[in-house]
């Protein structure tokens, strides 16, 4: 194995969800770095379509306002839906997994339930990130080609971080508020919102940053036919 490939490999293997962010911002310059790089992404026909709204500075802050708010008088406008009882089988059981690691590792049993609604809020405050990429998309037909576009974008966008020394997490749950995203940004109602990335730097001092998830053996996941 060459060195490039041992680098990538690595870089890879080092990225992972942050849930605490240290408030300094990023330059415009180191934000649009990481945006050159994700624009490499492949794509259906090469059509490239995502369409990235970022959000920084008071105007940030007043949308996790906003979304808390939403949250608490339950006003949830999703465009694509989101069952967590609809994973089954190990899927279910790999969820499970996700959020015992987050809400151990802040200490938090899983009958506490207002230090967990606390500890599940963090989402909606970006878990403190200077900013937010809103990962909006076109519909075209069924949608799940585009879809899958914006997850080879988000990819690239999210090791582009690591690889600067800054970091980021895809947030499904920033989706639970579309509607209210676009509205608040003015964005026409034909473009939906897959998800949202926090991103900066990390902060790696805290608790809930220490979690490596682990991985399945690639033999559950991948059949080789001769
Ligand atoms: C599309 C997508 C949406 C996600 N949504 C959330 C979310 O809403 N909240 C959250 O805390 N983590 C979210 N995650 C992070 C996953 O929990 C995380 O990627 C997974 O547990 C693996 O951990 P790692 O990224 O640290 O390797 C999301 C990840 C992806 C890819």
């Known amino acids: 194995m060459n060195n490039k490939h041992q680098s990538f490999s690595a870089l890879v293997k080092s990225r992972h969800s942050p849930r605490d962010f240290l408030s300094d911002p990023l330059s415009k310059k180191q934000i649009e770095t990481v945006l050159h790089d994700a624009q490499h992404a492949p794509s259906n026909c090469n059509t490239q379509p995502w369409v990235v709204h970022i959000v920084s500075g008071e105007k940030k802050q007043k949308l996790s306002e ?44 899983r009958y506490d339930e207002e230090r967990r609604t606390k500890g599940f809020l963090r989402n909606l405050e970006f878990f403190g990130a200077p900013h937010v ?72 001092d805290a608790v809930s940053n220490k979690i490596r998830m682990g991985r399945a053996n690639i033999a559950e996941c991948v059949t080789f036919h001769e």
């Open 133 to 204: 990429a809103f990962m909006f998309m076109p519909t075209v037909g069924d949608n799940v080609r585009v879809a899958s576009d914006v997850g080879m974008y988000a990819q690239n966008f999210l090791l582009s971080l690591t690889a600067h020394g800054y970091a980021g997490i895809p947030q499904t749950i920033l989706g639970f508020f579309a509607q209210t995203v676009r509205d608040y940004l003015s964005i026409p109602d034909n473009y939906k919102l897959l998800f949202g990335i926090s991103f900066g730097y990390e902060n790696v």
């Open 66 to 109: 906003i979304l808390i708010d939403k949250y608490r008088k339950d006003e949830l406008t999703l465009d694509f839906s989101f069952d967590v009882n609809e994973f089954h089988g190990v899927y279910a059981e790999r969820r499970f997994e996700q959020g015992k690691a987050y809400y151990e590792a802040l200490g938090i049993s």
